[in-house]
């Protein structure tokens, strides 16, 4: 059975610090996603990473996955109270005859102090 | 373009009792994903449809059923409602070898 770990799963940072948040699987993957959810909202898609190595950036935010450690990074950088949110990676087993399902970690739970 | 749509957004309903919640999907996307989310949890697998066929099933009790209209729309059913099913419900819709896009969810709860 496929497990997503992610830690911390609470974190709370001063505005313009740094931090990273990690996500570790238990089994080779196809994809890795990255979701930003905002209290009583849906889930926004904020990076796919398709192949060992890959790194995207958006902003403040960076991501990177590493499949032979089965480790995917999410690094902040200069953090701002607008980023205070539930952060979430997915991993995406896809199987010919199964399709395409994500397996979510617990989440990242972000607050972001003045 | 409009996103994925979900209806209704919340729905309060009494154990035992039945509910059917509904989800379009993005125009061209043959592919609706479902899945569960908890509170404090991250979401859950239900189910995943692709041209109008069950593609996957999560570790849910047969109480939970599903289908895919032809138009790629698609209805979740849960039966014999409990207090445990009480959660938001997401519909996922998927272009082919992309990412999945979230619809805005049903908060079901359950009395």
């Known amino acids: 059975e496929l497990k997503v770990e992610q830690n911390p799963l609470f974190l709370s940072m001063q505005e313009g610090k740094n931090y990273t948040i990690y996500c570790n699987y238990s089994t080779t993957s196809d994809r890795l996603y990255w979701y930003r959810q905002d209290p009583g909202k849906s889930l926004e898609s904020l990076f796919v990473l398709l192949s060992n190595g890959a790194v995207k950036q958006e902003g403040r935010l960076m991501a990177s996955l590493d499949t032979k450690a089965r480790l995917s990074t999410l690094h902040i950088t200069a953090a701002v109270h607008d980023l205070s949110a539930t952060y979430f990676c997915a991993v995406d087993i896809f199987g010919e005859t199964s399709g395409s399902r994500l397996t979510f970690g617990e989440g990242t739970q972000l607050t972001v102090n003045p | 373009d409009a996103g994925v749509t979900q209806s209704p957004t919340h729905l309060i309903k009494t154990r035992g009792q039945q509910v059917t919640l509904r989800c379009s999907p993005i125009?061209?996307?043959?592919?609706v994903s479902w899945y569960q989310q908890v509170l404090g949890q991250g979401p859950q697998f239900i189910f995943q449809?692709?041209?109008?066929?069950?593609?996957g099933r999560g570790n849910f009790p047969d109480r939970f059923s599903a289908r895919q209209f032809p138009n790629y729309s698609s209805e979740l059913n849960v039966n014999a409602l409990l207090l445990g099913d009480s959660a938001l419900y997401l519909c996922a819709s998927t272009p082919p070898s992309d990412t999945q896009y979230f619809g805005p969810g049903t908060r079901l709860t359950v009395l």
């Open positions: 449809y692709y041209e109008k066929e069950e593609r």
């Open positions: 125009s061209g996307h043959k592919s």
